[in-house]
């Protein structure tokens, strides 16, 4: 079992930053890939960021790759977001989330682990 709790949400203004932070307990052995989903009021959960535990690849999603930067440290005890000149569409609750397979790691249905989640607000 893995357990996954999100911090670092936030209301900022258009253009400011955030960094998000997950806390990353249990079976860490296990871990293949690690990512960050977000989901705002009456839509999909969408994908944001993705790496594997080499490190070796990462992933973006659309419009967010020129302005996030997702890592996690040694220990693949801490995995992070780095969000910059943030907009008004980022606007959602993200979610950490780990998985035992590094295949697929922009699917949602990849990955078994979830933390709770937490509120990143944009004002316009």
């Known amino acids: 079992q893995v357990q996954l709790v999100e911090s670092g949400g936030g209301l900022v203004q258009a253009g400011g930053s955030l960094r998000l932070s997950c806390a990353v307990s249990g079976h860490t052995f296990g871990i293949a890939a690690m990512g960050w989903f977000r989901q705002a009021p009456g839509k999909e959960r969408e994908f944001v960021a993705a790496?594997?535990?080499?490190?070796?690849?990462?992933y973006y999603g659309d419009g967010v790759k020129e302005r996030f930067s997702i890592s996690i440290n040694t220990a693949m005890n801490m995995l992070s977001l780095q969000m910059n000149s943030l907009r008004f569409e980022d606007t959602a609750k993200y979610y950490c989330a780990a998985s035992g397979n590094e295949d697929y790691m922009v699917q949602s249905w990849n990955y078994n682990s979830w933390g709770q989640g937490t509120q990143v607000t944009v004002s316009s």
């Open positions: 790496l594997n535990r080499d490190r070796s690849r990462t």
